[in-house]
């Protein structure tokens, strides 16, 4: 079993900046890819980005290209989220999750197996 905990999230006003932070433990696996999801009162859970173990590729969303990166720190076990120029529309509780593989681009909730707890993301006008 992978257990994933998130730490990060807060209040912060348009314009502003968050860093989302997806610490792994438990198992090992060779290859996986991690990815923040997020999740807005009445809507559905969406993809926003993803890593390779690797740290080498990564895959965006469109709606957070330029604004938002991801990134790992493998000797952590640590995925980050870097969110910059933060939108009221951003707001929402953010997860990271995993899934073993090789490939990038699963962007559906039902493709991941491990997730973590969930963080609250608020964006003031």
């Known amino acids: 079993q992978v257990q994933l905990v998130q730490s990060g999230g807060g209040l912060v006003q348009a314009g502003g900046s968050l860093r989302l932070s997806c610490g792994a433990s438990?198992?090992?696996?060779?290859?996986?890819?991690t990815a923040w999801f997020r999740q807005a009162p009445g809507k559905e859970r969406e993809f926003v980005a993803a890593?390779?173990?690797?740290?080498?590729?990564?895959y965006y969303a469109d709606f957070v290209k330029g604004r938002f990166t991801i990134s790992s720190d493998n000797s952590k076990r640590t995925v980050y989220l870097q969110m910059n120029s933060l939108k009221p529309e951003d707001t929402a509780v953010y997860y990271c999750a995993r899934r073993i593989g090789y490939d990038l681009g699963y962007v559906s909730p039902d493709d991941y197996r491990y997730w973590g707890q969930g963080t609250q993301v608020t964006v003031s006008s």
């Open positions: 438990g198992r090992t696996f060779g290859s996986y890819v």
């Open positions: 890593i390779k173990w690797s740290g080498d590729s990564t």
